[in-house]
T-cell receptor, first 116, second 116 residues
Framework: AQTVTQSQPEMSVQEAETVTLSCTYD???????LFWYKQPPSRQMILVIR??????QNATENRFSVNFQKAAKSFSLKISDSQLGDAAMYFC?????????????FGKGTHLIIQP | NAGVMQNPRHLVRRRGQEARLRCSPV?????VYWYRQLPEEGLKFMVY????????ESGMPKERFSAEFPKEGPSILRIQQVVRGDSAAYFC??????????????FGPGTRLTVL
């Protein structure tokens, strides 16, 4: 079974600084997708960024980028120029790309605090 | 465009009662997923349904829980004879077509179930 591990229960960063959230995963599959979701206090799950395992290039979405290390099974999220609105729980998630098994496997989350 | 709708947003039940959670997917989406989030935890996959079919229920407890996604109307997650351990946030997500390269799941706002 796949597992996703987020080893940082809480991270704190000064506004405008850069922060990196860690995620490792375990799978025997070679083709899969990885995601970072944000959950603000409203509890709405918001997709931040996604990565296809077959792509070597790291995904980037504005201030958000990932460092995907397939051999190490590592998928960290970097947030540049942190803003107060980035404060939230961040969940790393995995999904096998094969058919019939579309459920996401989530880590336990990292609570990100932005210090003004 | 309306996103995924879930109702009720908050549901209080006494032990032994039944809980019915509803999910209306994004218009045009025919794939629905249910997840459960216990306090201080990440989301856990429960079940994946297409219209009138259960595709993957590997995360669903064997007893008291059932799910359906009829041809017409919302998807329903039903919990019979609720116990205090069922208290959690239940999230529904929908997607267009799992065969796409990246099958993005759009999440609803969740239903917070409290069992007294």
């Amino acid at each position: 079974a796949q597992t996703v591990t987020q080893s940082q229960p809480e991270m704190s960063v000064q506004e405008a600084e850069t922060v990196t959230l860690s995620c490792t995963y375990d799978t025997s599959e070679s083709d899969y997708y990885l995601f970072w979701y944000k959950q603000p206090p409203s509890r709405q799950m918001i997709l931040v960024i996604r990565q296809e395992a077959y792509k070597q290039q790291n995904a980037t979405e504005n201030r958000f980028s990932v460092n995907f290390q397939k051999a190490a099974k590592s998928f960290s999220l970097k947030i540049s120029d942190s803003q107060l609105g980035d404060a939230a729980m961040y969940f790393c998630a995995y999904r096998f790309s094969g058919g019939g098994a579309d459920g996401l496997t989530f880590g336990k989350g990292t609570h990100l605090i932005i210090q003004p | 465009n309306a996103g995924v709708m879930q109702n009720p947003r908050h549901l209080v039940r006494r032990r032994g009662q039944e809980a019915r959670l509803r999910c209306s997917p994004v218009k045009g989406h025919s794939h629905v997923y249910w997840y459960r989030q216990l306090p201080e935890e990440g989301l856990k996959f429960m079940v994946y349904l297409q219209k009138e079919n259960i595709i993957d229920e590997s995360g669903m407890p064997k007893e008291r829980f059932s799910a359906e996604f009829p041809k017409e109307g919302p998807s329903i997650l039903r919990i019979q004879q609720v116990v205090r351990g069922d208290s959690a946030a239940y999230f529904c997500a929908s997607s267009l077509k799992p065969g796409l390269a990246v099958n993005e799941q759009f999440f609803g706002p969740g239903t917070r179930l409290t069992v007294l």
